[in-house]
Protein backbone atom coordinates (compact mmCIF):
# COMPACT_ATOMS: atom_id res chain seq x y z
CA UNK A 1 0.00 0.00 0.00
CA UNK A 2 1.29 3.23 -0.83
CA UNK A 3 -0.30 6.67 -0.90
CA UNK A 4 1.70 9.98 -2.18
CA UNK A 5 0.44 13.39 -1.77
CA UNK A 6 1.06 16.11 -3.72
CA UNK A 7 -0.65 19.77 -4.46
CA UNK A 8 0.86 21.53 -1.48
CA UNK A 9 2.42 24.89 -1.83
CA UNK A 10 2.45 28.64 -0.40
CA UNK A 11 -0.50 31.05 -1.78
CA UNK A 12 -2.02 34.11 -0.10
CA UNK A 13 -4.93 34.44 2.43
CA UNK A 14 -7.80 33.57 -0.55
CA UNK A 15 -6.08 31.76 -2.53
CA UNK A 16 -6.84 27.96 -3.29
CA UNK A 17 -4.87 24.99 -3.91
CA UNK A 18 -5.90 21.63 -4.61
CA UNK A 19 -4.24 18.72 -3.20
CA UNK A 20 -4.05 15.16 -4.78
CA UNK A 21 -3.04 11.55 -2.81
CA UNK A 22 -2.76 8.78 -5.28
CA UNK A 23 -2.82 5.64 -4.26
CA UNK A 24 -1.77 2.30 -5.12
CA UNK A 25 -1.71 -1.29 -3.99
CA UNK A 26 -5.03 -1.89 -2.92
CA UNK A 27 -8.57 -1.67 -4.46
CA UNK A 28 -8.81 1.98 -3.82
CA UNK A 29 -12.54 2.25 -4.09
CA UNK A 30 -13.28 -0.19 -1.74
CA UNK A 31 -12.18 1.90 1.20
CA UNK A 32 -13.64 4.97 2.92
CA UNK A 33 -10.48 7.62 2.85
CA UNK A 34 -9.81 10.91 5.27
CA UNK A 35 -7.17 13.92 5.13
CA UNK A 36 -5.69 14.91 7.96
CA UNK A 37 -3.39 17.81 8.69
CA UNK A 38 -1.03 18.94 11.01
CA UNK A 39 -0.34 22.66 12.13
CA UNK A 40 3.39 22.92 13.43
CA UNK A 41 3.25 22.52 16.96
CA UNK A 42 -0.46 21.14 16.98
CA UNK A 43 -1.61 17.66 17.01
CA UNK A 44 -3.26 15.67 13.87
CA UNK A 45 -6.80 17.50 12.62
CA UNK A 46 -9.12 15.33 10.57
CA UNK A 47 -10.47 18.03 8.16
CA UNK A 48 -12.55 15.77 5.92
CA UNK A 49 -13.33 12.07 4.73
CA UNK A 50 -15.50 10.52 2.05
CA UNK A 51 -16.82 6.82 2.24
CA UNK A 52 -16.66 3.92 -0.80
CA UNK A 53 -19.86 5.19 -1.28
CA UNK A 54 -19.18 8.72 -1.76
CA UNK A 55 -20.54 10.57 1.18
CA UNK A 56 -18.36 13.72 2.46
CA UNK A 57 -18.06 14.61 5.75
CA UNK A 58 -15.98 17.90 7.02
CA UNK A 59 -14.64 19.30 10.06
CA UNK A 60 -16.34 22.55 11.11
CA UNK A 61 -13.58 24.38 10.18
CA UNK A 62 -13.40 23.81 6.82
CA UNK A 63 -16.90 23.45 6.23
CA UNK A 64 -17.60 25.41 2.59
CA UNK A 65 -14.30 26.09 1.63
CA UNK A 66 -12.86 22.76 1.10
CA UNK A 67 -14.50 20.12 -1.18
CA UNK A 68 -12.94 15.95 -0.99
CA UNK A 69 -13.20 13.92 -3.81
CA UNK A 70 -12.61 10.66 -5.12
CA UNK A 71 -11.62 9.57 -8.60
CA UNK A 72 -11.55 6.02 -8.72
CA UNK A 73 -10.82 5.11 -12.46
CA UNK A 74 -7.21 6.97 -11.35
CA UNK A 75 -6.92 5.75 -7.72
CA UNK A 76 -6.95 9.30 -6.78
CA UNK A 77 -7.90 11.05 -3.41
CA UNK A 78 -8.52 15.04 -4.18
CA UNK A 79 -8.91 17.89 -1.65
CA UNK A 80 -9.99 21.22 -2.90
CA UNK A 81 -8.84 24.23 -1.03
CA UNK A 82 -10.56 27.20 -1.39
CA UNK A 83 -10.88 30.62 0.66
CA UNK A 84 -7.75 29.75 2.48
CA UNK A 85 -6.96 30.88 6.01
CA UNK A 86 -3.58 31.65 7.55
CA UNK A 87 -4.86 28.90 10.01
CA UNK A 88 -4.92 26.65 7.35
CA UNK A 89 -1.35 26.62 7.55
CA UNK A 90 -0.37 22.59 8.27
CA UNK A 91 0.94 19.23 6.51
CA UNK A 92 -1.71 17.39 5.36
CA UNK A 93 -1.91 13.55 5.00
CA UNK A 94 -4.35 11.61 3.33
CA UNK A 95 -5.38 8.40 4.96
CA UNK A 96 -7.11 4.89 4.67
CA UNK A 97 -9.66 4.24 6.89
CA UNK A 98 -10.06 0.52 7.40
CA UNK A 99 -13.25 0.88 9.65
CA UNK A 100 -16.01 2.95 9.61
CA UNK A 101 -14.96 5.53 11.75
CA UNK A 102 -13.66 8.67 9.31
CA UNK A 103 -12.46 10.63 12.01
CA UNK A 104 -10.61 8.36 13.77
CA UNK A 105 -7.08 8.98 13.08
CA UNK A 106 -5.27 6.28 15.54
CA UNK A 107 -7.23 3.91 13.75
CA UNK A 108 -6.17 4.80 10.19
CA UNK A 109 -3.92 1.77 8.56
CA UNK A 110 -1.60 3.74 5.75
CA UNK A 111 -1.38 7.22 5.30
CA UNK A 112 1.22 9.23 3.25
CA UNK A 113 4.14 11.28 3.85
CA UNK A 114 2.24 14.79 3.34
CA UNK A 115 2.35 17.64 1.98
CA UNK A 116 3.03 21.06 3.07
CA UNK A 117 0.61 23.85 2.58
CA UNK A 118 1.75 27.43 3.63
CA UNK A 119 -0.91 30.19 3.46
CA UNK A 120 0.71 33.90 4.22
CA UNK A 121 0.90 36.90 2.88
Known amino acids: VQLVESGGGMVQPGGSLRLSCAASGFAFSDYDMSWVRQAPGKGPEWISGITAGGSAYYADSVLGRFTISSDNAKNTLLLQMNNLKSEDTALYFC????????????????RGQGTPVTVSS
Open 95 to 110: ARVPGYDLKNIDGYDY
